[in-house]
């Protein structure tokens, strides 16, 4: 039977690549809020016009148009996948909504697992990170770098960019914000006894295995 988790973690902690191998190996489907917002703008439909006059006025994005937005995404994936929600719910009136969306398909969160990381090393992991400007393939300064200086090891080229805000100053203020985010809906969860916490400063394949064993529990 699939099951339903949400995945906690700062930026940089591996969510996404985590989240990619739970889709590849599960009947799993990542529900991301910020990539459902992107979706939404660009299809144009009713909501989607919704959520680009509020970020048209600057202003944040309300829970019940991010509560609206998971309604849909969950009709689309159907009951018989499982749903990782990522960067969802992040106040506690998101986290009763949830507690609705799922009940009313007769579902139910099974676990949330927050991967935890060092800050220190996390910022040594992020702003040493940079990409090929014309695949996308990841490097890294320390950990990671391309087998023949300034070339691409999978498409040859030699322009490679950083992204602008992978600085320490932004990182340690990310973290910052996810701990304010993450710790009023924490206790909800610890309540239930379903809150795993995996240490996220491991290699891809260490967090995976860990957790693969919370969701064979």
């Given at each position: 039977?699939?099951?339903d988790?949400?995945?906690l973690?700062?930026?940089?902690?591996?969510?996404?690549?985590q989240a990619?191998?739970?889709?590849a190996?599960?009947?799993?489907?990542?529900?991301?809020?910020?990539?459902m917002?992107?979706?939404?703008?660009k299809s144009?439909?009713?909501?989607?016009?919704?959520?680009q006059?509020?970020?048209?006025?600057?202003?944040?994005?309300s829970?019940?148009?991010?509560?609206a937005?998971?309604?849909?995404?969950?009709?689309?994936?159907?009951?018989?996948?499982?749903?990782?929600?990522?960067?969802?719910?992040r106040?506690?009136p998101?986290?009763?909504?949830?507690?609705?969306?799922l009940?009313?398909?007769g579902?139910?969160?099974?676990?949330?697992?927050?991967?935890?990381?060092?800050?220190?090393?996390l910022?040594?992991?992020?702003t040493?990170r940079?990409?090929?400007?014309?695949?996308?393939?990841?490097?890294?300064d320390?950990?990671?770098?391309?087998?023949?200086?300034?070339t691409?090891?999978?498409?040859g080229?030699?322009?490679?960019?950083?992204?602008?805000d992978?600085?320490?100053?932004?990182?340690?203020?990310r973290?910052?914000?996810?701990?304010?985010?993450?710790?009023p809906?924490?206790?909800?969860?610890?309540?239930r006894?379903?809150?795993?916490r995996?240490?996220?400063?491991?290699?891809?394949?260490e967090?995976?295995?860990?957790?693969?064993?919370?969701?064979?529990?």
């Amino acid at each position: 039977m699939a099951k339903d988790i949400i995945l906690l973690g700062p930026p940089g902690a591996g969510k996404g690549t985590q989240a990619h191998l739970l889709e590849a190996n599960h009947a799993m489907v990542q529900l991301s809020t910020g990539d459902m917002l992107r979706a939404a703008v660009k299809s144009g439909s009713d909501l989607g016009k919704k959520v680009q006059a509020v970020m048209d006025a600057g202003e944040l994005v309300s829970d019940d148009l991010v509560s609206a937005l998971i309604d849909d995404r969950l009709n689309q994936i159907g009951p018989d996948a499982g749903a990782i929600f990522d960067g969802y719910p992040r106040t506690e009136p998101q986290a009763h909504s949830l507690d609705e969306l799922l009940e009313a398909r007769g579902r139910k969160l099974d676990h949330v697992i927050e991967l935890e990381v060092d800050e220190d090393a996390l910022v040594d992991r992020i702003t040493g990170r940079f990409t090929c400007a014309v695949c996308g393939e990841g490097y890294h300064d320390r950990y990671k770098l391309p087998k023949v200086e300034n070339t691409c090891d999978e498409c040859g080229s030699h322009e490679f960019k950083r992204r602008p805000d992978d600085n320490e100053e932004t990182v340690r203020k990310r973290m910052a914000e996810y701990r304010a985010k993450t710790a009023p809906i924490l206790p909800i969860y610890e309540k239930r006894g379903i809150v795993s916490r995996i240490d996220g400063m491991g290699g891809i394949e260490e967090v995976r295995a860990a957790i693969e064993k919370v969701l064979a529990d």
